[in-house]
C-alpha cells in the first residue's frame, strides 16, 4: 500500500499496488476493498470531502470518485509517465506531480472540455486512446483536416488494431472521412491482455500509437 488519507476521524482511503483501493468508515477498525476496473499500480489518494476525491497512478492513471469510491471513474491526463502525487484546494483547482518532473494543474476538478470538437482541424492527428491502460473497452479519436481550401473534401481513411507481432486484430475504420474530429470505441473484451498497437492512415498520413489491455 502506497498512500493512505482521512478527511475525519472515521473516513478513510488507501491505495497501492495492483489497483487496490481500500475504504473505512470507523477509524480503520475494518477496511472494504473498492474496485477501480483496473490492475495498474496506484500512488497518492486525496479527498476534499467525505464523497469527493481522485486517485493518480502509473501510465497516467487519474481517478476521480463522487460517491466515497463506491465508483471509480478514468480522468484523461494527456500522458502515460507515472503520477505520484495529487492534491485539491476544492473541488475545481487541483494538481498532480509525477516522472519526468511532470506538473499537472487543473482549474475544472480534472474534466476535460470538449467544445474544440467543434472546430475545423488543420491537421491530420491521432490522439491516445482513453483510458489507457483499459479493460475492456477504449476510446480512440482523431482529426482530419480539410484539403487545401475544400472545407468538404474527403479523406480515404483506416484505423486498425495490431498486436505485437504486427498481425492485424481488428479494422476499425475503412471509409471516407469529412474533414472532422472523430472517435470510436475498441472492444478487447475477448483478447488477453498485453500491449497492442493502433495505426491511422489518411491518403499520405501515418500514425501509430500503443494501448495497453489489462484484465
Avoid at 85 to 99: C, E
Avoid at 107 to 115: D, F, L, M, Q, Y
Avoid at 116 to 139: A, G, I, R
Avoid at 190 to 202: H, I
Amino acid at each position: 500500500m502506497r498512500s493512505i488519507y482521512f478527511i475525519d476521524p472515521n473516513n478513510g482511503w488507501i491505495c497501492g499496488s495492483g489497483g487496490k483501493v481500500l475504504h473505512t468508515t470507523n477509524g480503520g477498525e475494518t477496511w472494504d476493498a473498492q474496485s477501480i476496473g483496473s490492475i495498474i499500480d496506484l500512488n497518492s489518494v486525496f479527498f476534499i470531502n467525505d464523497v469527493r476525491g481522485w486517485i493518480v497512478g502509473n501510465m497516467g492513471t487519474i481517478l476521480v470518485t463522487f460517491n466515497s469510491g463506491n465508483k471509480w471513474f478514468f480522468q484523461e491526463s494527456r500522458t502515460v509517465s507515472d503520477l505520484y502525487d495529487v492534491f485539491f484546494l476544492d473541488k475545481d483547482n487541483g494538481w498532480v506531480v509525477g516522472n519526468y518532473s511532470i506538473i499537472h494543474k487543473t482549474t475544472t476538478g480534472g474534466e476535460t472540455s470538449i467544445k474544440e470538437e467543434n472546430k475545423s482541424p488543420t491537421d491530420f492527428v491521432l490522439y491516445q486512446n482513453y483510458p489507457n491502460p483499459f479493460n475492456p473497452t477504449t476510446t480512440i479519436k482523431f482529426s482530419i483536416p480539410s484539403v487545401g481550401r475544400n472545407s468538404i473534401s474527403t479523406s480515404k481513411v483506416t484505423l486498425k488494431v495490431y498486436d505485437l507481432l504486427g498481425r492485424e486484430i481488428t479494422t476499425l475504420v475503412n471509409e471516407e472521412k469529412l474533414a472532422g474530429n472523430y472517435e470510436v470505441k475498441f472492444d478487447g473484451s475477448k483478447l488477453c491482455s498485453g500491449v497492442y498497437f493502433y495505426r491511422l492512415t489518411a491518403g499520405d498520413f501515418t500514425a501509430s500509437k500503443k494501448l495497453i489491455l489489462l484484465k
